[in-house]
């Protein structure tokens, strides 16, 4: 497993548009963020294999960095 980890600050910024999210569907969409960073977080690192965090990059250089990643536990062959 991979956690893509990104802020709820983050997130925030690449949801504010996203109207199909029922629970940021409130009043203060970064406060749920938060909230629900600070429960799942702890839980997405216990069982990660991997954290990879995203930060602001391509969905490109993402993938790249995760090929890698894999490539370097032996889960796949190198390029």
């Known amino acids: 497993m991979i956690y893509l980890k990104a802020t709820p ?14 629970l940021l569907q409130v009043a203060d969409p970064l406060a749920r963020l938060q909230a629900l960073y600070a429960e799942r ?11 990879v965090e995203t930060r602001a990059q391509s969905v490109a ?15 796949m062959p190198g390029r």
């Open 9 to 22: 600050e983050q997130l925030a910024r690449r949801l504010r548009h996203d109207t199909k999210r029922p």
């Open 41 to 51: 977080d702890p839980l997405y690192r216990e069982v990660a294999h991997y954290t």
């Open 61 to 75: 250089l993402l993938a790249s960095r995760v090929m890698a990643q894999l490539e370097l536990a032996g889960c």
